[in-house]
């Protein structure tokens, strides 16, 4: 008996110990999905008590709105509502212009949602999200509306009414049930970015091997730099010093790019130092690197000045002992290019350092919420986000067709459901525009609508028809959203929760009084799949985001990043090139991995770029400073020569790039800053792979 009570008190024990951790694992999850089901009945019952006619569209509005954490919810909540009130203004102008006129009205229709889908893919975050419920507001009241422009007006306010509704109750409930601050997410990732950075910058293997794995750290640190400017702009909503802190992370976001970048072209300086066989070099090198590393690991927060300091006459010892060793004891530039190797390196180390200082000081105040920022720290430029127009262009020109031949589609077959079909083609062309992978959320969207329906057929026929109250309603309602819900807990299954909740919402047959029209239901949800089948086919047609064209739009786009660094005037410059690089870069390193060779390949030509970028800034800073005649002139020279390079590849033009940069090495002798960043250039051109486009990519061979 005593084994039997032992075996029972190991499996609860065992039983225990699986609970607490699934809690802890899937806790957030659980409550976010809690927070779903009370605003959406919470939404349910007040747009019965006010009489509300489409209950369903506040519960949407909820399950669009509602997100993790507060602050994401009070900026998305004020985005929606500016979205949606330009939308209800548009429509009722477009339904008082053109009542009588259908054909304009879809004309002046479809030009506005493709004028909207494009703003949306432009601007970023919850902006853009504006832009799209401006877009499809158009056809959830500006198409009832010029169908019964006599009730115009009060449609487009009974809609506008249930999504205030909607957002009021998702404000609600998020603030009030276990509130999460958007500001300690952010607190969370500004520590857990530093603890990584300087976990990444140790370098403990600098073989090639490891080169593919420091690639995809850099490429995560360039998603993190993307979704930290995000949550900063939607900080500024949870309190008072909400838009103090947002300065503050953008000074830090704008340090921990310049400082990844220089990290990033020191490793690639090191990279072509071991492959060249430059050892010694190599090694003196690494030992002030390491040091550097060490001081900013440090609890002492003033060891990374005092190295810092120490840093130009250790590398004037090491410079001397490495020019006796290799011969060079005369000090000339062109006698070795181990002095050279050297001298570029030693510029970028204390580059970094000083960028290290800057980064370490900026997180230290944000992380220790400290209101004041060092007086010697510059604010930032604005972050720059930067969209290939073809991109624009494409996306506005899906949602124009997708209305299109909906509307079409609805006019030449007579359907009464066929407003279905307009509403989901115009909403699914709009609201997935601007996501990395379209057509796959798309695919899951359509999956998600189609169990929706269904789960809206279960509801109304079998248990809407037993409730007797508001409170059996909510019991019949509660499994479906509940399963939604859990499934938009899970990247892998968003779309088909958001997909499940949208169409069960619309096809339910919720409202005051009980109806169930299984033949409405029926046409309904057909015409909602057949929008949502357009849009899909569209997404496909339409959307080149992993062809070979759109590699060629990306490599296009950054080359112009490069273009612009060589001509655009330096005041702002750095700021607007780091920040529009890496948010070109963004979109392509969601949807695409270094596991794949092709890949893999412009990857390592993207980075390329961004190095490249940052040396002719760089550049051109220290020019100003250039007195001599000859030098100055043979400077311009070689920035004209990558400008005219990245504007049209060639092998011509690289080899005259290339001419004109070690023209401007011959004459800089005196000029270390000059000359570590044109070695850093001329480096960066003579990479396996170059600046060229992958179609236009050749072996490069000249003398290093």
């Known amino acids: 008996m005593s084994e039997i009570a032992s075996n029972r008190e190991s499996w609860l024990d065992h039983l225990k110990h699986a609970a607490v951790s699934w809690l802890e694992g899937h806790g957030q999850d659980l409550l976010y999905v809690s927070k779903i089901l009370l605003a959406t009945l919470l939404a349910l019952g007040l747009s019965l008590l006010f009489d509300l006619s489409k209950p369903g569209t506040a519960m949407i509005t909820v399950v669009i709105v509602l997100q993790p954490r507060s602050g994401l919810v009070l900026a998305k909540g004020f985005y929606r509502f500016i979205g949606t009130s330009v939308g209800v203004i548009m429509s009722i102008v477009l339904a008082a212009s053109f009542s009588q006129q259908p054909v304009l009205f879809l004309a002046a229709g479809a030009c506005w949602l493709a004028f909207c889908t494009a703003g949306s893919t432009v601007f970023r975050n919850f902006q853009s999200y504006a832009f799209v419920l401006a877009g ?122 310049t400082a ?58 090491l410079r001397r002992g490495l020019a006796t060793a290799n011969g060079s004891s005369s000090g000339n530039y062109s006698d070795s290019s181990h002095v050279l190797d050297f001298d570029s390196a030693a510029e970028l180390l204390a580059r970094f350092a000083d960028e290290l200082q800057v ?45 299109g031949i909906s509307s079409l589609f609805w006019i030449e077959s007579g359907w009464v459901s066929g407003t279905d079909a307009v509403v989901m083609a115009t909403v699914v062309s709009a609201l997935f525009a601007a996501a990395p ?36 309603l909510c019991i019949a309602l509660a499994p479906f959203i509940l399963i939604g819900a859990w499934l938009t807990t899970t990247k892998k299954y968003s779309g088909i929760g958001t997909g499940i909740l949208l169409f069960f919402f619309s096809y339910a047959s919720i ?19 057949i929008g949502v089948a357009v849009a899909s086919v569209l997404y496909q047609v339409i959307d080149p985001s992993d062809s070979r064209w759109i590699k060629r739009r990306l490599a296009r786009a950054l080359r112009r990043q490069v273009e612009e ?96 940069v070690l023209a401007a090495i011959a004459v800089c002798g005196a000029l270390p800053a000059v000359l570590a960043n044109l070695h850093l250039m001329r480096g960066a051109m003579l990479e396996r792979v170059t600046v060229l486009t992958p179609a236009e990519t050749s072996t490069i061979t000249s003398e290093t």
């Open 136 to 257: 499809y507001t158009l056809v959830i009241v500006g198409l009832p509306a010029a169908l019964q422009p006599d009730q115009a007006f009060d449609i487009a306010m009974t809609r506008l009414s249930e999504v205030m509704l909607g957002l009021l109750c998702a404000g609600v409930v998020s603030d009030v049930l276990f509130p999460k601050r958007l500001s300690d997410v952010l607190l969370l990732t500004v520590r857990k970015r530093f603890a990584d950075f300087k976990t990444f910058i140790a370098l403990d293997d600098v073989a090639p091997s490891s080169r593919p794995a420091r690639e995809r750290m850099v490429l995560r640190f360039i998603g993190e730099v993307i979704s930290l400017e995000a949550l900063r702009t939607s900080s500024v909503f949870e309190s008072a010093t909400g838009h103090l802190q947002s300065l503050q992370l953008r000074q830090l976001n704008n340090a921990f790019m």
């Open 260 to 317: 990844s970048t220089t990290f990033h072209s020191l490793d690639q300086l090191f990279g072509r130092l071991q492959a060249g066989g430059k050892l010694s070099t190599l090694n003196a090198l690494l030992m002030e690197y390491k040091a550097i590393v060490r001081a900013l690991s440090s609890q002492d927060r003033t060891q990374l000045a005092q190295v810092r300091l120490a840093l130009p006459q250790r590398l004037a010892a």
């Open 359 to 403: 980064y370490a000081r900026i997180h230290a105040v944000v992380i220790q919420t400290e209101m004041h920022m060092p007086d010697d720290v510059q604010l930032p430029a604005h972050y720059v986000a930067r969209t290939d127009p073809t991109l624009v262009l494409t996306s506005a020109l899906r949602a124009a067709i997708g209305f």
């Open 437 to 472: 992978s379209s057509i796959k959320i798309v695919r899951q969207f359509m999956i998600g609508g189609a169990l929706g329906g269904f789960f809206g057929f279960l509801s109304a026929y079998y248990l809407q028809s037993q409730a007797e109250n508001f409170a059996m």
């Open 511 to 529: 409202g005051s009084n009980y109806q169930f029209d299984m033949p409405a239901l029926l046409n309904g949800m057909a015409g909602g799949l």
């Open 565 to 660: 660094a060589c001509n655009r005037p330096l005041p702002g410059l750095l700021g607007r090139f780091e920040s529009g690089t890496r948010d070109l870069l963004s979109r392509f390193a969601i949807t695409h991995s270094l596991d794949n060779p092709d890949d893999r390949d412009i990857m390592t030509w993207l980075l390329s770029v961004l190095e490249t970028g940052r040396a002719v800034i760089q550049l051109r800073q220290e020019m100003l400073a250039v007195t001599d005649r000859q030098a100055h002139d043979r400077i311009e020279q070689s920035i004209r020569g990558i400008a005219y390079l990245f504007a049209r590849p060639s092998q011509a033009r690289l080899r005259a790039a290339l001419d004109a």
